[in-house]
DNA sequence: TTTACCATTTACGTTAACGTTAAGTTCAAC
DNA sequence: GTTGAACTTAACGTTAACGTAAATGGTAAA
């Protein structure tokens, strides 16, 4: 009924059930839990995972990622906290543009290499 | 004479002599010494520390770093070395468009998480 | 030639992000 | 009610990527 063991998410996400107690350990997530103390992941917790792994595989470290999950998971009511997360939000979203746009040069110069050796190889062909 | 010091470059590029020195020990320069020892920097290794921190800043490891590097730096002479070198130069600027893409979802994901939070605020601002 | 700075190697220390082991608890099935 | 898999906390171990300290050497200015 909506509800997922630690060993469920674990394999969904093909990680180690430490990998998700260190994430609850460092304020990532904060699980309820049944009577006997076992923890109980809901689709919240499970979307919160796709963000910080997400994250991961772009360079943030954990650190960075709390902030943004944290940003999305509080429910900011009242006109100021909702103006302040709006401009937090904003300013994440752009440190994301310019990864992207740094990338996309990245991969030109890659592409820019490439091209020499491939030139060569035309050389060497064409003889 | 387009010579530079380990402290020159440490300068430039902001980080520590250590750093640069890691970066030797573990085989993604090999600058050359001069007849004291001490080590000198050119180009060469200016445009290969560009490509270790932009590596860097985008999550990949000094492991995956080398390979990229080392891939650029070796003149692959010979069409056999050539085709290989093309090819796994292709692999690599494939798992850059793929970052690029999901960080892009990301960023989609992130705006559209916001305009909730915006409409919120309109709304609250229309009373 | 002594001061002072830059370089060198060696080696131990540090932090993030888990891995691993131990010792105990709970649940599901038989 | 006993067995076995899955859960719990606690705590020590591990690796990458450096930081930091110590001991030493070259060189240029005072």
């Known amino acids: 009924m909506s509800h997922y063991s630690i060993s469920e998410l674990a394999a969904q996400f093909n990680v180690s059930t430490r990998t998700i ?10 699980p309820k839990r049944n009577k006997s103390g076992h923890r109980q992941f809901t689709k919240k917790e499970m979307t919160q995972l796709q963000l910080i792994f997400r ?23 009242g006109k100021e906290q909702l103006k302040r997360t709006i401009e ?5 979203i752009h440190e994301v543009s310019k ?15 490439l091209q020499v050796f491939h030139d060569e190889l035309n050389q060497l062909e064409e003889e």
Chains 1, 2 share one sequence.
């Open 21 to 30: 107690r260190y994430y609850e350990e460092v304020g990532l997530l904060q």
């Open 55 to 77: 994250g991961k595989k772009y360079g943030f470290n954990l650190e960075e990622i709390k902030e943004m999950v944290l940003l999305f998971e509080e429910d900011p009511t």
């Open 88 to 92: 937090y939000g904003e300013d994440k």
């Open 99 to 113: 990864r992207i746009q740094e990338l996309e040069q990245m991969k030109n110069e890659m592409e820019q290499f």
